[in-house]
C-alpha cells in the first residue's frame, strides 16, 4: 500500500503561490518536499511569472508537486483560491516562495492539531525572521487567540482543516495583503485556534518581499480596515445562542428564561412574581 492510500496518514496540502519570486523559489520547494510528514502535496501557482519560476518548478520529478498557471498576475488572494481549488488534502496550509517550513514543521502542527479539542480546527507557530541570506535575526512568538482580535498575530506559519475551509469559504480578492488576516478571523469567530509555540518556519525580510515593495504603512492601514470590520460582525449574544441551538426563535426564549433567572432575589429577599 503507498503511503497516499494509507488513510491512517492524513493528505496535507501546501499551496504555494509565486509571482517573479525565482530567486528563492527553489529553497521554499525544497523545504516543502523534504518534511518529515510525507504524505503531502505541494500545489504551486504561478502568477504570472516572467522570470525562471516556470524551468524551476518543472524541474522537479516529485509526483507530489502540482503545477498550475495563470496570466496575466491576479494577485495572492486569487492565486491562493486557484491553489486550495486543485488542492485534495485534509489538511491545509500555504507558504511563500521566499521562505522556508523546518523539516519537521508539518508533522508538528498536524500532531498539536489532532491533539486538540474538536473544536479547535486552526494551529498557528512561532517563526524565525531571516534576512536575505538566511541568517536568524530575531525569534517571534505569536499571540494568543484572543489577540487576534486586536492584530493579526498568528504569523506565517499555520495549519488548518478542510472543514474549517469549507466553512468560512475562499479568500477575498478585494483584501490583497490583508487576505490572510480577514480569514483568519473569520475561523477564529466560528472555530477554535490554537498556537503552537515551536520554532517551525523561516520568514524572510528583503527588499523584493511583498511586505516592503507594498509598504509596511499601506499593510498596516489595511489590516486596521479588516480589523474594524471584523469586530462589527463580532457575533452577538443572540446570534451566538443561535449558532449554539440552530433556532432564532428558542434562542429568544432561552435568552429570556436565563435573563429572568438572573433577576431572581436572593433567599432572604421576597419572591418577586414573574
Not at 504551486?44 to 518548478?57: K, L, M, P, Q, R
Not at 485534509?90 to 500532531?111: F, H, K, Q, R
Request: with cysteine; charged share 25%; hydrophobic share 35%.
Amino acid at each position: 500500500m503507498s503511503l497516499a492510500e494509507d488513510l491512517s496518514v492524513p493528505l496535507v496540502s501546501i499551496v504555494l503561490p509565486t509571482h517573479n519570486g525565482s530567486r528563492y523559489l527553489r529553497e521554499s520547494i525544497d523545504s516543502c518536499l523534504r518534511q518529515t510528514h510525507r504524505n503531502l502535496e505541494l500545489v504551486i501557482v504561478n502568477d504570472g511569472s516572467t522570470d525562471e519560476t516556470e524551468e524551476i518548478a518543472l524541474s522537479y520529478r516529485d509526483p507530489r508537486l502540482v503545477y498550475a498557471k495563470h496570466h496575466p498576475n491576479a494577485g495572492l488572494p486569487r492565486s491562493l483560491n486557484v491553489g486550495f481549488a486543485l488542492a485534495k488534502g485534509e489538511y491545509l496550509t500555504w507558504t511563500s516562495d521566499d521562505n522556508y517550513y523546518a523539516d519537521e514543521a508539518i508533522e508538528v502542527m498536524l500532531w498539536e492539531l489532532q491533539q486538540r479539542e474538536p473544536r479547535v480546527q486552526f494551529v498557528y507557530c512561532d517563526y524565525d525572521l531571516i534576512d536575505a541570506e538566511g541568517h536568524t535575526t530575531r525569534t517571534r512568538h505569536v499571540g494568543t487567540p484572543a489577540s487576534v482580535r486586536r492584530k493579526n498575530g498568528v504569523g506565517p506559519c499555520f495549519l488548518y482543516t478542510r472543514h474549517a475551509a469549507r466553512t468560512v469559504g475562499a479568500y477575498n480578492p478585494q483584501l490583497a495583503l490583508a487576505e490572510d488576516y480577514e480569514y483568519w478571523l473569520r475561523i477564529f469567530f466560528r472555530f477554535g485556534i490554537s498556537p503552537v509555540h515551536h520554532v517551525l518556519y523561516g520568514y524572510r525580510i528583503h527588499q523584493e518581499s511583498l511586505s516592503s515593495t507594498q509598504g509596511e504603512e499601506r499593510v498596516r492601514r489595511v489590516d486596521a480596515r479588516v480589523r474594524r470590520s471584523a469586530l462589527r460582525q463580532t457575533p452577538t449574544p443572540r446570534r451566538l445562542w443561535e449558532q449554539t441551538v440552530g433556532s432564532p426563535t428558542l434562542a429568544v426564549h432561552l435568552i429570556k428564561m436565563r435573563d429572568r433567572l438572573m433577576r431572581r432575589p436572593a433567599a432572604s429577599e421576597e419572591p418577586r412574581q414573574i
